[in-house]
């Protein structure tokens, strides 16, 4: 720690590592005359420089150098954090080297540099909120204004740049001829990756993140190098790597990603604090160079970039909280919870027995068998003029007591007062436990989450600013690809503009994705320890493919497109009733839900011939268009028993029990036909006593869940018939 060198007051942090090591592995006989000893050999040299030259092929030499300097900087802050502190500075560097040669390498050199510098600002802004101390906003229908606030400076601002550089040199021996010099071989790897980190916390509910990075490399000149080995190069090789490093380097890569979470105030709205709601928006988008080819093959497939974004909106009614807010169903909930009855603070009734005409004799015991069921009694003893006969009182049992007067007492009056404890009124507790099965309905909560991409290959236009650049007059890609929009029409939209190469040799094709989900969930405790978690969803992915390429011409004919839809599609439903029938000898192995499938085709088909006669009056149903016959059968002309617009509202109806006069006819049903499916757990039964002295605890478990799924389709839009092709 080289830091301790400087005033501590400064705050200097340097650590250093520096290592050097060798290692020379001497063989005991010569490697080029194995017969003879390696210092035999050596004595007998001419020369001094033979006498090296024999050394320096026969020993396994090794030699490595290596410096590092690790986050090095100034720690001493101030009290608060300026984004002009030294302290949001830092450095790295490495260096190691490698040297080693042997019987069949000559040299093998290799040499990594890296070093970068970051700097890291964290700053810590007062949040403002302007009518915090307005008076007549203190109402809970001004929440949602008094609450107001936003910050009126960025949380963080950070910016790293990394320098690596790799370099190889080989040249082994050739034994056979040592008078045939063998070429050297070179590996170069220069590299500029820069990142970017903008964090900005607009209010407390609304934050935005960017961060970007761009990879360049630093293009070097073939050969070595080496000032002294290389010298006629070395010149050459530094004043390009240095114009190259003034130019940024040539970007190989440049990606962006921006975040945007809000959290939706509808809490602080009257009589919503139940209701949370959060809405996210993410995109990316990248640029990638592509391959480079000599100039004299004249191949240019140009470059690739692609975009996603993906919005996000979630809200969540806890209705537990709700049921809290009202005094009525708070009592409700916390008498119906497992114990409560131990916990209730018990009622107590008061409970008299009398009895006249009792004599007691002068210290003798006289039990009294009041059979109230309590201990907690008081004895009451009234003579014959009303005066209160003293004495001593023992509490035998719940339904005795003992009393010793101190006189004789003849015709005297018994009165013993009890408390009791007072049940709950059972039509009371049942009508509890029905408002809390109504109440069972805990939570809900929905989540819709929709996301596009494109990506486009061909891409000629280069990277400047934000992965744009000014290309033919225009700012290529634009703004709204950058920042996640997608559009079908950009694709032609970057042939107008001329944004494609021409390269007829571009075999990949464009893509355009699309995806849709929808979940609903809900939580279910009709009463403590039964558990219901219901939930609904559904799925649909597509992606469009087309191929941008162009004739010799130069044109981008729509005959080279052969554009193709693909994508998958699954949704909740429920099939319980086709789900477990039987099928058995006795009915001839015939499956009833099958059989309605087949019976609903004929209906389906029927259904979608009348539709399409609404919209084509051209349109005959009961006529082959190709042959102009009249077609025999109960299937319509265009939805035979094999059309998938025929087969798919047919199964849905058959295998749900659906009615297929009224079944949708689409073929990724709409969000209104998702149903539930669920799981129930029941625990109630370890609250037992008798059940907690044999078992530590029982679960029960039931779950349900179909699923209506398109695993993978396809549909190529250029397709054609074997009709269609011999016409």
Known sequence: ELGKFFPEKIGVRLPVYVGYSETRIKPEYNPLDPDILLSSALNAAKNKAVRDSILNIAEDYSRRKTITVSNAGITKRGEKPHAWDPANLSVNYTYNEILSHNTNTEINLEKDYKGGLNYDFQAQPKNIMPFRNVGFLNGSAFKIIKDFNFYAFPKSLSFRTDLSRTYNELITRNIDNPYLMVTPSFKKDFEWSRIYDFKYDVTRQLKFDFTATNLSRIDEPPGGVDKNRYSSSYNMWRDSVLTNLRRGGRTTTYNHFINITYTVPVNKLPMLSWVNANARYSTDYTWLAGPLF???LHINLGNSIKNHSE?????MAALSSLYTKLKFLKNIENNTMPGAAKKMKAELRT?????????????VVKPINHNLKTKDVKVKIVGKNGEEIKGKVDIVSENRINFTALQQVDGAKVVVEG??????????????????????????????????GQFLPGYSPETSFLGMSDYNGSLAPGWPFILGYSDKNFFDRAVSK??????????????????????????????PGLRIDIDANRRFLESESAYYIADFNGNFPDSTRNRIINGNFSMSIISWGTSFEKISKSNDYVSPAFEAFKKNIVIISDRRASARQKIDPNYDPNIDPLTGQTITGPYKSGY?????????????AAYTKADPNKIGLQTFPSAF????????NFDGL??????????????????????????????NLNYETDEEIGR
Do not use: C
């Not at 919005?311 to 809200?315: D, E, G, I, L, Q």
């Open 640 to 652: 035979g028993e094999t059309s998938s617009e025929v087969m798919i509202p047919a199964f849905i």
């Open 419 to 452: 408390k009791v404890k007072k049940n709950r009124d059972p039509f009371i507790v049942a009508g509890e436990y029905m408002i809390r099965a109504i109440m069972g309905i805990r939570s809900i909560s929905l989540t819709y989450l929709t996301s596009q």
């Open 673 to 680: 036909r998702m149903m539930p499916n669920w799981r129930i």
């Open 311 to 315: 919005m996000t909106f979630t809200t």
């Open 294 to 296: 000599p100039d004299s």
């Open 351 to 363: 409970v008299t027995y009398t009895k006249d005409n009792v004599s007691f004799k002068a210290n």
């Open 498 to 527: 001329g944004w494609l190469s021409r390269d007829t040799l571009l075999n990949t094709p464009a893509i355009y994705d699309n995806k849709r989900e929808l979940s609903l969930r809900s939580l279910v405790e009709p009463f």
């Open 686 to 715: 370890s609250k037992f006593d008798f059940v907690q002295k044999v078992f530590r605890s029982i679960n029960l478990m039931h779950q349900y869940r179909s699923t209506y799924q398109i695993g993978s389709y396809t549909t």
